[in-house]
């Protein structure tokens, strides 16, 4: 996980060096300015036994009292100084390769997620990720900044804190050493029963970001059943989730605070007392070296709590570094074969005994499927819901890879081709329409990003959206809004079809996506079409036999089996499920005429 994550520091690496350097400078200013003053009291008390280097140089500079407490409060102020440096420094620094490094895991992960795989991206919901890119790259960037500052700068003080404090009083140094532990046990205990709750807190999450997406997108809908009350519960039961199990982990982590309290201020009143009661009876210890020893017990048992700090960061990052790091280590299932094909004969397609499942263990989805499309053909595919129709157009352009057999195209194995060129040449107009925020034009050129407005205009003539395009006073420059909520159904299932025909694909594939267009609008796609783009091969699955009837030939899919294929004579002649589509469509529509 860490090696994983640390990819991501890249060119922060020299500010997330430096902030611990600086943070051990801040750290050593203030370990010796507790010393510092100690001498001083020394100096003011006249105590001059056993002096040490420092004495003897400030010594040999001046005897007088007032010019040595200048000289030693000019050095404290210095180092007062350079401990602040470092601090503003450090914080700056930290600050700076946090938000660096983060930036650059929500790119990797983003990254990544536009290289899945739909089988990929069928192991994470949308709301998971988008929590993933958010709020745990957030929780990320905390903890890295809490831990490049104090996981160097909080054992340092604790280490060098200890080393003077035996060399003014071992036997006093002792309890700091046995509170620190005492501690460093507390917080364990605390934080091993907070991060259960932190899991289930990110899963609730997820949870509370699914329920807000999904009313979000299904907006229109929920207005339209007035159904806003049931969605605001909905929200409601998703928020008290998270506010929950949120609780139940800070209720731990305030009680660190108070017990760490405790154990500073009892170890406070141990050293006034013990210090207190060797000055009173002059057992080798001063004013100035309980004062040291004070500030010394607040820095090592300060250190302890600063890593339990770090801890407490760490804690609730920790499954956030672990959800992150299943985006980042996910692999696509697909990948360009070393030596990849990138010419294309034609738009003949092949399936040899091709068999899929979703998954491994999995139900099979597609069994046994040969079948042979010629180019040019105009093939059309019909079958109940969950016949598998989407699955089984969606292995030409190797969104899915199959399971078993093949499927060629231009007489190539797809897993042979290069990726992008393959899905440049068999473009499809999925069973969704989903258009983007910006311009008609924008959205069309996602065809073709070099489209000259001329091709636009034709291809949108040929997909039948010129005219209600030419109506809007913008034109191709009208804004689509998000999602393509400013057109209709029907109008943006046109767009698509013309985002489909700006690459000039050798196969283009319908996934019911005439659906929301009338026939008379559908028959007119289909002539245009046929016209202007005989040697593309054409594959349209429908609902509607009308859409169907008149391809050079039709499968039919039963089960994830072909049933039958023929035109739709042979199929009215031998195929009974061909049959009775027709006729319940034909008496339906009979009924509503």
Not at 223 to 228: D, F, I, P
Not at 317 to 326: F, H, L, P, Q, Y
Not at 468 to 480: M, Q, T
Not at 508 to 521: G, H, L, M, P
Request: with cysteine; hydrophobic share 45%; proline share 2%.
């Amino acid at each position: 996980m860490i090696k994983t994550l640390a990819k991501s520091i890249r060119q922060y690496k020299i500010k997330t060096i430096l902030t611990p350097i600086v943070m051990i400078g801040e750290a050593a200013m203030e370990i010796f300015i507790p010393w510092v003053m100690s001498l001083l009291i020394k100096v003011l008390e006249g105590s001059t036994s056993d002096p040490s280097w420092l004495q003897v140089l400030v010594g040999n500079i001046t005897s007088d009292m007032l010019g040595q407490v200048a000289i030693y409060g000019g050095i404290m102020f210095v180092m007062a100084v350079l401990s602040m440096a470092c601090g503003v420094l450090g914080g700056k620094l930290a600050s700076e390769a946090s938000a660096g490094f983060v930036a650059n895991l929500r790119n990797d992960m983003y990254t990544n997620i536009q290289r899945f795989s739909f089988s990929n991206i069928d192991k994470f919901s949308t709301s998971s990720l988008i929590t993933r890119l958010t709020t745990d790259a957030t929780n990320i960037q905390m903890c890295f900044q809490m831990m490049i500052r104090m996981l160097i700068r909080a054992p340092m003080l604790f280490i060098f804190a200890s080393v003077m404090s035996f060399r003014i009083a071992a036997d006093i140094a002792v309890i700091f050493l046995i509170a620190s532990v005492v501690m460093a046990l507390v917080i364990v205990f605390i934080i091993s029963h907070a991060h259960p709750n932190f899991k289930m807190m990110f899963e609730k999450y997820d949870e509370l970001n699914a329920v807000a997406q999904e009313n979000l997108v299904g907006i229109r809908v929920v207005k339209s059943y007035v159904r806003e009350d049931h969605e605001i519960e909905k929200y409601k039961n998703s928020t008290k989730s998270v506010y929950d199990y949120s609780i139940k982990a800070e209720k731990w982590l305030t009680a660190m605070m108070p017990v760490v309290q405790l154990i500073v201020y009892g170890v406070m009143i141990l050293v006034l007392a013990i210090g207190g009661n060797k000055i009173i009876y002059g057992t080798g210890l001063d004013v100035g070296d309980l004062t040291a020893l004070i500030s010394y017990s607040t820095q090592i048992l300060s250190g302890v709590m600063m890593v339990a700090m770090v801890l407490n960061f760490f804690a609730m990052a920790k499954n956030s570094a672990d959800r992150v790091s299943e985006v980042l280590e996910e692999k696509s299932d697909l990948h360009n074969p070393e030596n990849p094909v990138v010419t294309m004969a034609d738009g003949s397609i092949d399936f040899e005994n091709v068999s899929f499942v979703y998954k491994d263990g999995g139900e099979e989805i597609l069994a046994d499927i040969n079948l042979h499309i010629e180019s040019g053909e105009t093939i059309g595919v019909i079958g109940a819901t969950g016949a598998a129709k989407s699955s089984l157009v969606q292995l030409i352009p190797r969104l899915y890879d199959v399971s078993a057999g093949c499927v060629k195209v231009g007489g190539v194995d797809v897993r042979d081709y290069d990726l992008t060129f393959l899905r440049d040449n068999v473009s499809m107009v999925l069973q969704k329409n989903v258009l983007f925020s910006g311009s008609i034009a924008e959205n069309l050129r996602w065809g073709n990003k070099d489209a000259t407005d001329e091709q636009i205009e034709a291809a949108a003539e040929a997909a039948q959206a010129k005219e209600f395009v030419e109506k809007i006073p913008e034109k191709y420059e009208y804004d689509l809004g998000q999602g393509g909520v400013n057109v209709s159904g029907g109008q943006k299932q046109r767009l698509c079809i013309a985002r489909a025909l700006l690459k000039n694909p050798k196969v283009i594939i319908f996934d019911d996506s005439t659906s929301a267009v009338d026939t008379k609008t559908d028959a007119l796609i289909r002539q245009s079409l046929q016209k202007q783009s005989p040697e593309v091969t054409k594959i349209i699955i429908a609902q509607r036999i009308a859409s169907v009837q008149d391809a050079d030939r039709i499968v039919v899919l039963d089960n994830g089996k072909i049933a039958d294929f023929g035109t739709h004579t042979e199929l009215m002649q031998r195929c009974e499920i061909y049959r009775d589509v027709y006729y319940s469509q034909v008496k339906r529509g009979e009924e509503n005429a």
